[in-house]
Structure formats: structure tokens, C-alpha cells
């Protein structure tokens, strides 16, 4: 059974990359610590390497839900201005965070769970408490409605968000 550290050294970038899409780079170094620190408090589970990571990536998902609700109590935004000179990958990846902030945020994890993290199915199935058909069915539905909202325009209408 592999200890905190094996742990920490296979997926801190995974779950860090996670956790940037969701909370933004100085919030996910953080989260990303208290993840592996609550790993340090607790027992790992005895399962193969997916269970471990699936069980890593519902901490990391847990504690970035916790951390979203209280910033919205606290009433925390980041304002974008608005700036002609952005690169357009820049500019592409401000659209893609406004469209991913439009989503629930299971749907928005189930999609960052597999196309950043790399989990599969069952991985994001255990992580996020749905079936894997319910993984399948909201994945294709997350990725029809983001190739929509990228190819409208529509995400470049609210500059604002988290």
C-alpha cells in the first residue's frame, strides 16, 4: 500500500491542474497542499493505482466545492478587463473559463476530471458519486454545449467570474 508521499510525487500534478481550472492558480496551491496533507490524516484505501486516484480527485473535488461556496458568501469575483491586445489563446482560454463557469458543477467537474486530470469512467464515477453511463451521458452533453458556447461567441459576453 503506497504511503502519502508515493501518492503526492504520481498525482500532486494531475490534482493541481484540477483544482487551477476550477479556484485559479494561487487558491488550487493551496487546496492542492490541504489535499495531501488530509491524505497524511487518513488511512488510503487498499485498492488498485485507479481507486487511489479516484478517491484523491474526490478530496481535491470536495474541498474546491467548499472553497467555492464560501468565496461566493463572501461575495469574491475577478474581474477581466476588457483588453484588445490578449493573445488569441488568451483570449480563448478566457472564453473557455467563462464556459466552464456556466456549467453545474458536477458537469463542470465530470469534464476537468477527464480532459485535465485524465481519469476514466469509473474513476470520475467513484469521485463524483454517479454511475459511469451518468460519467458517459453528461461528458457528451458538457462537450456539445462548450463547442456551442466556444463557437457563438456567447462566452465572451460576461467578463466576470470566480
Known amino acids: 500500500m503506497p504511503d ?6 504520481a498525482h500532486r500534478e494531475g490534482v493541481f491542474r484540477y483544482l487551477c481550472r476550477i ?20 488511512t488510503v484505501p487498499q485498492t488498485d493505482e485507479g481507486g487511489r486516484r479516484a478517491w484523491l480527485f474526490r478530496i481535491a473535488r470536495n474541498l474546491a466545492l467548499n472553497h467555492v461556496r464560501d468565496d461566493r458568501r463572501r461575495g469574491e469575483t475577478v474581474e477581466m ?14 472564453a473557455l473559463r467563462e464556459a466552464l463557469d456556466r456549467l ?4 463542470r467537474d465530470v469534464f476537468l476530471m477527464r480532459e ?3 481519469l476514466s469512467y469509473d474513476e470520475i464515477s467513484f469521485a463524483c458519486q454517479l454511475t459511469a453511463d451518468a460519467v458517459r451521458s453528461r461528458l457528451h452533453r458538457v462537450r456539445q454545449q462548450l463547442r456551442e458556447a466556444l463557437s457563438s461567441g456567447d462566452a465572451h459576453r460576461n467578463r466576470s467570474w470566480r
Open 4 to 9: 502519502a508521499d508515493v501518492l503526492f510525487t
Open 23 to 42: 479556484v485559479g492558480y494561487e487558491d488550487a496551491r493551496e487546496l492542492t497542499q490541504e489535499v495531501f496533507l488530509r491524505v497524511t490524516r487518513t
Open 81 to 94: 478587463a476588457e483588453d484588445p491586445a490578449f493573445p488569441p489563446t488568451q483570449t480563448l482560454t478566457v
Open 104 to 107: 453545474s458543477p458536477v458537469d
Open 116 to 118: 485535465v486530470g485524465g
